[in-house]
């Protein structure tokens, strides 16, 4: 597609209940982040994708995160047992090239809209 | 891990002013990007910019990367510029790289 989609745009859930996150990258674009962002405060990230493969997910907050992209395009972040503090945006982005640390490597870097998460 | 610092926090302008937006790191960076997420959590990338200076029509970007800082500049600043700015910065790669804490712009009409 044109561009990152996220889907749904809004859920809110029960404290308890478990979510599903769904975040549809630009068409062949081999890397992608998931971010967590808290009202007021900058993005933070979670875990990264090069391909179907999860290469980092030092920043899921606990084992109640996870993500997966199991055929290298869409992927899914699941929160289990949701919790008041998981409320926040979680943002996509995906970009066209590995991360070699080439200064290039954010060719084509761009994040989605995000899905706004409120848990009650 | 890296530490960043934007500032002001809070800014807000009257249509047609000049502004600019810092950015400070805690250590020495090899990428660092600005971006303008829009009232509507768009977050669109603005520069690429380890060091050096970028132009991009009303705005331009300086990072002195031996100092640890980098500016954003606006100029002639229109409504739909409001937002917030963030830089981010780090080491090599994108998994590594820090966000600041943003600058929200408000531009007045």
């Known amino acids: 597609g044109a561009g990152v989609s996220q889907s749904p745009r809004y859920k809110v859930a029960k404290r308890g209940q478990d979510v599903a996150l769904r975040c549809d990258p630009i068409?062949?674009?081999?890397?992608l982040f998931w971010y967590q962002q808290a009202l007021g405060q900058g993005p933070e990230f979670l875990t990264y994708f090069q391909n179907e493969a999860q290469l980092d997910k030092s920043g899921l907050p606990s084992d109640r995160f996870f993500a997966e992209r199991p055929e290298g395009s869409v992927s899914t972040l699941k929160i289990q047992r949701t919790q008041q503090e998981d409320s926040a945006v979680y943002l996509c982005?995906?970009?066209?090239?590995?991360?070699?640390?080439?200064?290039?490597?954010?060719?084509?870097?761009?994040f989605g809209s995000g899905t706004r998460l409120t848990v009650v | 891990g890296i530490q960043v610092e934007q500032s002001p926090p809070d800014l807000i302008l009257q249509e047609g002013a000049n502004s600019t937006l810092r950015c400070n790191f805690s250590?020495?960076?090899?990428?660092l990007q600005w971006f303008h997420q829009n009232p509507w959590g768009q977050l669109i990338n603005l520069f690429y910019i380890p060091s050096g200076t970028k132009q991009n029509g009303r705005l331009s970007a300086t990072t002195v990367a031996t100092e640890r800082y980098s500016l954003l500049y606006i100029s002639s600043s229109q409504t739909t510029d409001s937002g917030v700015y963030f830089c981010r910065g780090g080491e090599n790669a994108g998994n590594m790289l820090t966000f600041g804490g943003g600058t929200r712009l408000m531009v007045k009409p």
């Open positions: 068409s062949g674009h081999v890397s």
């Open positions: 982005a995906s970009s066209n090239t590995f991360l070699t640390g080439d200064s290039d490597f954010n060719y084509g870097y761009t």
């Open positions: 250590d020495s960076v090899n990428n």
